[in-house]
């Protein structure tokens, strides 16, 4: 099959380039290259998607075509130049496009949408992005047609090449072992997905047709579980204090990511519903998750042979340390 994938140098893009590749097809990455680099054996086209002929480089028809757009104007660009010359179109969506994240174990099926907006900017917060990928969305089927669109609405991608720094936090810090500051409590619910599965999800999606949407994440865990996934692939055994929202909240700590953090963590009851989603219609679909400890042994392997590690998420040494001596001493 000929593989289109309109980005392919960041993370998700290069994991669905590299499985299309191994595959054994051919794979064309268009970007403006100025986000990382192709992976090796696919060729790159320069584009320019906020140009209105930015995608006049792309030439010949293609067998599937995938793309991680967050700008609606991207999408409705893609469908103009390339409906009527594509056969499979994946567009990653997200799971912030969807209005009610507080009720838990919703479905794709039951679960309603934000309303889309065409002209929002995706980088004005997490509404605003939700609202841009609903539109994007709305295009994509406009454009492509529902029989042929794969909708995947992707929650927490995790794994080699994060660009975020979330999960990569705890895989650091369950590899430092010790005393462990746990946000919430042991039977709260995290929803992940490895960035491998799900590119080799896509794969199977492209060349089987599926169609329709569908959410991109695995099953949901229990933190208990999630940590004790994270200590086995560190190979490390910590100990966890857990500690409650309300504590950590009163002394700035931000849920989610950025610096003095504790990523995978959203106030309850509000984002009940973010990471405990019923996924039972992917698994049907065709969507295989690995063991969370083979996904941190990776992750931590990344780390080992990388010259320069940012952290840009989650807490500093002194800062855990200084939140569990308040919480013992409250």
Same mark, same amino acid.
């Given at each position: 099959m000929?593989?289109?994938v309109?980005?392919?140098?960041?993370f998700l893009?290069?994991?669905?380039?590299?499985?299309?590749?191994?595959?054994?097809?051919d794979?064309?990455?268009a970007?403006?290259?100025?986000s990382?680099?192709?992976?090796?054996?696919?060729?790159?086209?320069?584009v320019?998607?906020?140009a209105p002929d930015?995608l006049?480089?792309?030439?010949?028809?293609f067998?599937?075509?995938?793309?991680? /757009?967050r700008h609606?104007?991207?999408?409705r660009?893609?469908a103009?130049?390339l409906?009527?010359?594509?056969g499979?179109y994946t567009?990653?969506?997200s799971?912030s496009?969807y209005?009610?994240?507080a009720t838990?174990?919703q479905?794709?099926?039951?679960a309603?949408?934000l309303p889309?907006?065409?002209? /929002?900017?995706p980088g004005a917060?997490p509404?605003?992005?939700g609202?841009?990928?609903a539109?994007?969305e709305?295009?994509a @089927?406009?454009g492509?047609g529902?029989?042929r669109t794969?909708l995947?609405?992707a929650g927490m991608?995790v794994?080699?090449?994060?660009?975020?720094g979330?999960?990569?936090?705890?895989?650091?810090?369950?590899?430092?072992?010790g005393?462990?500051?746990?946000?919430g409590?042991p039977?709260?619910? @995290?929803q992940l997905?490895?960035?491998?599965d799900?590119?080799?999800?896509?794969?199977t999606?492209?060349?089987?047709g599926l169609?329709g949407p569908f959410d991109?994440i695995?099953a949901?865990?229990?933190?208990?579980r999630f940590?004790?996934g994270?200590s086995g692939?560190a190979g490390? @055994?910590?100990?966890l204090?857990?500690?409650?929202?309300?504590?950590?909240?009163?002394?700035g700590v931000?849920?989610?990511?950025?610096?003095?953090s504790?990523p995978?963590?959203?106030?309850l009851?509000q984002?009940?519903?973010?990471?405990?989603r019923? @996924?039972?219609?992917?698994?049907d679909a065709?969507?295989?998750?690995?063991?969370?400890?083979?996904t941190?042994?990776d992750?931590l392997?990344?780390?080992?042979?990388?010259?320069h590690?940012?952290a840009?998420?989650?807490?500093g040494i002194d800062?855990e340390?200084?939140?569990?001596?308040?919480w013992r001493?409250?």
């Open positions: 000929s593989i289109l309109l980005g392919g140098t960041v893009g290069r994991a669905v380039a590299r499985q299309f590749l191994a595959a054994g097809h794979v064309v990455c970007a403006r290259g100025e990382g680099d192709p992976v090796e054996g696919a060729r790159f086209v320069r320019d998607r906020d930015g006049a480089a792309l030439e010949g028809t067998d599937a075509v995938v793309d991680v /757009a609606p104007r991207h999408v660009l893609a103009a130049a409906a009527g010359r594509a499979h567009f990653v969506s799971g496009a209005a009610d994240v838990p174990h479905s794709v099926v039951t309603p949408l889309p907006d065409y002209e /929002a900017d917060g509404e605003s992005y609202r841009a990928k539109a994007c709305r295009l @089927v406009e492509f529902a029989g794969f995947l609405r991608i794994g080699p090449e994060d660009p975020t979330r999960f990569d936090y705890w895989v650091r810090r369950a590899a430092r072992g005393e462990v500051l746990a946000p409590g039977d709260e619910a @995290v997905v490895d960035v491998r799900l590119a080799e999800w896509i794969v999606a492209a060349t089987g169609a991109g695995g949901p865990m229990t933190r208990a940590h004790a994270l692939g490390v @055994v910590s100990s204090t857990w500690v409650d929202q309300e504590f950590l909240t009163a002394r931000a849920p989610w990511s950025g610096p003095r504790l995978f963590w959203l106030p009851p984002y009940a519903g973010f990471m405990s019923d @996924v039972t219609p992917s698994l065709g969507l295989r998750t690995r063991p969370l400890a083979e941190a042994r992750t392997a990344a780390f080992r042979d990388a010259t590690i940012d840009k998420a989650g807490l800062e340390a200084e939140l569990l001596r308040e001493e409250r």
